[in-house]
């Protein structure tokens, strides 16, 4: 389960706040992930990078930011705009171009709106 | 997009049972298709996975099969056990075969499988 990591686990915000989401990895992997689980929807995603200093939308990229700055590093920011951002939240990577396409998770930080 | 299409959503068996989930997927050109499991309050981990160059694969209890033409692919879960209950996602991804991973993957909505004593 080691590699991949996000913090903190449980996070409260209250309305009208930014929160930042951490995800670290030190798999030496190209490629990351956030995506956002809600009971019987799946996974959807958010935003995703395939190298460092680059990154695109996913399916539901509306209020929230990403950077990736570092290769070991992809935070996700929760704004204000987003209309329901109550969920829980998976970071994950993978090797990218010349690798598999296993993708791997982390433990998740499950986000609650007061 | 990709649209990836999960049934049963959620499934019931006996233990030593088979159970089967599957998925349909839109995009003709996906051609990797991982299955997930994930355990209550976990995170999801993949079980097995398929490339379009190949129809079947198997690992032990575990066997995933593709078919291309009608674009739908099945999770085979043979001889259940108590710790097979887990919920199960499918997923599909587009990609060069060679150069392999990076790839976004579209995700089926889950099935919820519990095996019952």
């Known amino acids: 389960d080691g590699g991949i990591t996000q913090s903190p686990k449980y996070l409260f915000r209250k309305e009208g706040q930014n929160v930042t989401l951490s995800c670290e990895q030190n798999?030496?992997?190209?490629?990351m992930y956030w995506y956002r689980q809600d009971p019987g929807q799946g996974l959807r995603l958010i935003y995703y990078?395939?190298?460092?200093?680059?990154?695109q939308k996913g399916d539901i990229a509306e209020g929230y930011s990403v950077s990736r700055e570092k290769k070991e590093s992809f935070p996700l920011t929760v704004t204000s705009a987003q209309k329901n951002p109550t969920a829980f939240y998976l970071c994950?990577?993978?090797?990218?171009?010349?690798?598999?396409?296993?993708?791997?998770f982390g433990p998740g930080t499950r986000l609650t709106v007061l | 997009g990709e649209n990836v299409e999960q049934h049963p959503s959620t499934l019931s068996v006996q233990e030593g049972d088979s159970a089967v989930i599957k998925c349909t997927y839109s995009d003709s050109a996906s051609n990797y298709f991982p299955w997930y499991k994930q355990e209550l309050g976990k995170r999801p981990q993949l079980i097995i996975d398929i490339r379009s160059n190949v129809g079947e694969k198997k690992d032990q209890r575990i066997a995933v099969t593709l078919n291309k033409t009608a674009k739908h692919f099945s999770l085979h879960i043979t001889e259940t056990q108590p710790e097979d209950s887990a919920v199960y996602f499918c997923?599909?991804?587009?990609?060069?075969?060679?150069?392999?991973?990076?790839?976004?993957?579209?995700f089926g909505t889950g099935t919820q499988l519990k095996v019952e004593l």
């Open positions: 798999l030496n992997h190209d490629a």
């Open positions: 990078s395939q190298i460092v200093n680059d990154f």
């Open positions: 997923a599909a991804s587009r990609g060069d075969i060679l150069t392999g991973g990076g790839n976004k993957l579209t």
């Open positions: 994950a990577s993978s090797r990218g171009r010349g690798g598999r396409n296993e993708q791997f």
